[in-house]
């Protein structure tokens, strides 16, 4: 039996089929929003006139993709069998607490995390439109500065893995990330981004959230990504 729960979210093709034996739950997402054009500055110009004209310019990233919500937990003795879930035993869950994760594999091996040591500049190769970035990884996050943390059975130790740190309202280092590798760090589809939930957080635009994430994401080839969420009740 599988120690994990599945929640998974697959962008722009709609939910798929999961492997038997893990649960999988329904998934809602919400409306895409992102930075936009923005109030536009303009100067008066006038013919045999110079003017020196300085710019602030704050553009939108177009190699990251965020994601928050909440999670609705629960915990069961069962099995999967041919796609009908059988249960001996159910519980609510009144502390929240666990680990959501976000991958381009669906099928990841966790058995495998404990063990794969990838960096920022691994990642930065495994995702080449971030390798020479302004906002690749090597920018955005640090090296062997992840708290410790549980990943079923398996142990990833403290300041063995990168992280990746995303504000709230008021706190640039609210959400803490961790980047794990189940055993290829050169192909994307084995990395796993990894944050623990928070069952009072509050998310970059101070509405209630359990999670906040940022992936890999292309925008410049014009097309989506599938992006598998994991999550474990802990």
């Known amino acids: ?22 649960v999988g739950a329904n998934v809602t997402a919400g409306t895409p929003v992102t930075l936009g054009s923005g109030a536009v500055g303009s100067v008066e ?11 602030s310019i704050s553009s939108t990233t177009m190699h990251w993709q965020a994601f928050y919500g909440n999670v609705t937990a629960g915990l069961r003795l069962a099995s999967n069998q041919s796609g009908t879930m059988y249960t001996v035993k159910s519980w609510t869950v009144d502390n929240l607490r666990g680990v959501v ?11 495998a995390v404990a063990s794969a040591d990838p960096t920022l500049d691994s990642l930065d190769t495994a995702f080449p439109f971030l390798a020479s970035a302004n906002d690749r990884a090597n920018n955005t996050g640090a090296d062997n500065a992840n708290p410790a943390m549980q990943v079923g059975p398996y142990t990833i130790s403290a300041n063995t893995r990168p992280i990746i740190q995303t504000s ?22 084995h990395y796993l981004f990894a944050v623990p939930i928070n069952a009072t957080g509050v998310a970059y635009d101070n509405s209630p959230a359990n999670y906040q994430i940022i992936v890999p994401a292309n925008a410049s080839v014009g097309t989506s990504v599938t992006y598998y969420f994991y999550g474990e009740i802990q």
């Open 101 to 111: 994760f976000a991958s381009r594999g669906n099928n990841v091996d966790f058995s």
């Open 45 to 55: 110009a006038w013919g045999g006139n110079i003017t020196a004209v300085n710019l």
């Open 168 to 189: 709230n309202s008021s706190n640039p280092l609210a959400w803490t990330q961790v980047i794990l590798n189940d055993g290829d760090q050169n192909v994307a589809t």
């Open 1 to 22: 039996m599988k120690w994990w729960m599945l929640l998974v979210l697959m962008l722009a093709i709609g939910a798929g089929q999961i492997s038997a034996g893990v």
